[in-house]
C-alpha cells in the first residue's frame, strides 16, 4: 500500500507526497546546495578529450609510417622498372617488389608504362586504407593513404662530336695506342651498349688544322684560288660563336709544308709533303668524319688515325661546335645528297629546343697549343714568282758553244762549264747562233732570270713562250717552303709570315670564346687532359661545362675516363 505523506505544518513537506518522493527530493536539494565536486563535469570533459588527442596522434604516426614505407618501397620498385637493363615486364616488376615488401596494410596499385626504342617510362600509384584506433570517437573510422612514384631511363637523341688531338705529340708514350683502345671502347659502348635512341657521331681529328671532307667543302662557300687545301683558315671572330656562318666566304688555307720530302724541284711530288709541320694535312686518315652511327666505321675511323704536326685546339673545338649547331643542317643535307652520311640522319643537327636530343662534346688534348703558322700578304694572292709554261717554242739559249778544242792536242769537249776557256790563246770555241730549249712546266722569276724547275737552270732570257702567273695560294701547293729559299736564296718565307702568325696564348682565347658560346647553347662539354702540361689542363678545365665534367687521364687510365663519360651520358634518373 502506496504511503502518502498528508500535507501538514511541517516545514518542507507537500501534501500527498510518498516517502521515496521526499527522501529524493532531500539529496537532490542537498547536492545542488553543496559546493564539494563542483568540477567533476569540467574534469570528464578534459580528459575524454586528452584521450582523444592521444588517439588522433596514434592514428596519424601509425598513417605516415604506413606512407614512408610505401613511398620508399615504390621508388625502389619504379626505379628497377624503369631501367631499360631490366628483361622483366615493368609491371611484374613493380607488383613483385611491393609483394615483398612487408607493407602493414592491404593496398591497392596501379602502374603506368610508356616506353620507346630509347627510354622506358614508369609511373605507380598505390593507395591505401587504414583503420583508426581512436578516432572512431570522432567518427573518423579510416585514414587514406596514396603515394605516387615516378622513374625513367632515357638514352636520348645523341649527337656527339668526338674531337681527338692527332699532334705529333700523340706518337710519344704510346698516347696514341692507348687513346684508340680508349675511343673504340666509347663509340662501342654509346653505340650497341646503349639500348637505342638515335645516335649521330662525329670524329675529328685535330693537329696543325682541322680537315673537312670535299663533301663538307662543297656545301659551304670558300675561296677558290686553290684547290690544294680543304682547310679553313678562321678569322678570330669566327670563334665568338659555335656555328658556321653559311652565309660568309670562308679563306681556304694556304697548303704547305716547311719541309719538302725530296728536296729535289720535283713539283710532281708535291702532294707526299710527308713531313711534319704542314699548314693542311690533306692525307684521307686526317679527314673530319660527320654523322655515323655505324660501329665499324667510326671505330675503323679512329684506329687509322696518325700523330702529325702541331696543337691548334681552338681550331678543333670550332669544328666540334659547328658539327652540332643547327645552322650546318643545309651542309648536312648536302652531303646526304652526295651519298656520304646516311639519309636516316637528315634533319641534323637539331634544333637546340630539342629536348630529346643531347649535344654533347668529348674533347681530348695532350699539349698546349701552339703558335698557328699563316702566311702574311706577302706570300698570299696573286703575283707570286712561279710562272707555270703555257705554249710556245721554248726557251732562247743565246751564243752557245758548240764544241771547245785545244789548239795542240785532239782534246775537245761539248760539255757546259768550259766556256770561260774560250778566250784563252791555245783554246778555240765553235757556236750555234741559239736555239730553243724545251719548255720546263714551271718557272720561278728573280731580277729577270727564269729558274727552270725540271732543268734546275735558271735563264736569262725568255722567249716565245706563254705563261701563266700562279698565285701564290696555287704556288704553294707545288713547294715546300724549304724549297723556296732554296731556289730563291732568301731565308723571308721561313717563319711562315710570322707578322700574321697565331700565338699559342691567342690560341687559348680564341678557344675559350668557343667553349663558352657552346655552353651558353645548352651543349655539354666533356674534357680530357691526357699526360698534359699545367696550361693545357687549366684551359681544358676552363672549357668543361663543370668541374665534374673535366678529366685527368695518364696512361691506360684514359680507358677508364672514357668509359666514365660513356656511363655519365646514358645514366639514370629519378624524375618525379
Known sequence: MLNVRQKSGVAGTNQGETDQQFSMRKVFSNWRKSEKGSMTAFGIFIVAIMVTSAGLSIDFMRQERTRVQMQQNLDTAVLSAASLLQTLGAEAVVTDYMSKANIDVDYNLSVNVSEGINFRAVDATATATLETLFLGLLNIDSLGITVTS???????NLEISLVLDVSGSMGSNSRLTNLKTAATQFVSTIISGGSG?????????????????????????MEDNHDYSTCIEFADDDFSSSSLDLDSTYKRAVFTSRYSDTGSGDFDDADDFNQDWRSCYMDEYFELLAYSDDETVLNNKIQ????????????????GTSLLDPEFQAVTNSMIAAGVVDAAHAGMPVAYSDTNTMKIIVFMSDGNNHTQRRFGSDYRGDNSVVWKAEGGTGVWVE?????????????SSSNTGYEYACSWSNYYCTYTEGFYADPDPYYFEKNGNYYGVATETWYNSMTGMMFENLSWEEAWGLMSIEYYESVMGSGAATDWGSTSARTGSQSDTLMSANCTAAKDRGITIFTIAFEAPSNAETQLNNCATSDNHYYDAQGTSITSVFSSIATTIQKLKLTL
Not at 615516378?150 to 636520348?156: L, S, Y
Not at 687509322?304 to 669544328?319: D, F, Q, V, Y
Not at 751564243?399 to 792536242?409: E, K, P, Q
Open 304 to 319: 687509322g688515325l696518325l700523330a702529325r704536326g702541331s696543337t691548334a685546339g681552338h681550331t678543333g673545338m670550332k669544328w
Open 150 to 156: 615516378g622513374a625513367e631511363e632515357r638514352i636520348p
Open 399 to 411: 751564243g752557245s758553244f758548240d764544241r771547245i778544242y785545244h789548239r795542240y792536242s785532239s782534246w
Open 197 to 221: 635512341g638515335t645516335v649521330a657521331m662525329s670524329i675529328i681529328p685535330f693537329s696543325s688544322s682541322v680537315t673537312p671532307s670535299q663533301s663538307v667543302i662543297d656545301a659551304i662557300t
